[in-house]
């Protein structure tokens, strides 16, 4: 917890450096202030197969999906919102979509285990 998963179509590898993108976009995460740096996680996953309303597969799009626990207040998820939007519009704001979600997860059903 948290985690960070930025999803991309993988025609924006061919005109974004994805994995400076991802570790500046972690460092908006850590330096944020509301996580334990050791907690957070980020990663990418390139996507082959997807469709965007009737243009089909011809929208490149960026997407992050931010999990964190429940426990934040609105505004301190807007502001990590709007961070981690500023930083896919400077690096990649030739990209036609630019999408964050940050979702809240369950305390009572989130299970972690470190070895």
């Not at 985690?3 to 976009?25: A, C, F, I, T």
């Not at 709007?82 to 009572?108: C, F, P, W, Y």
Request: contains cysteine; aromatic residues 6%; negative net charge.
């Amino acid at each position: 917890m948290p985690n960070l998963v930025m999803e991309y179509s993988n025609s924006v590898d061919e005109r974004v450096n994805v994995q400076g993108l991802l570790e500046d976009l972690h460092e908006v995460a850590l330096h944020s202030g509301l996580f334990d740096a050791p907690s957070v996680k980020s990663r990418a996953l390139r996507c082959h197969h997807w469709l965007v309303g009737e243009e089909g597969d011809s929208v490149d799009f960026i997407h992050i999906s931010f999990e964190l626990l429940d426990g934040r207040t609105d505004e301190q998820k807007r502001e990590l919102s709007r961070e981690l939007i500023k930083v896919l519009e400077q690096q990649a704001g030739h990209v036609r979509s630019l999408t964050v979600n940050i979702r809240d997860m369950d305390r009572a059903c989130f299970q972690k285990v470190l070895n």
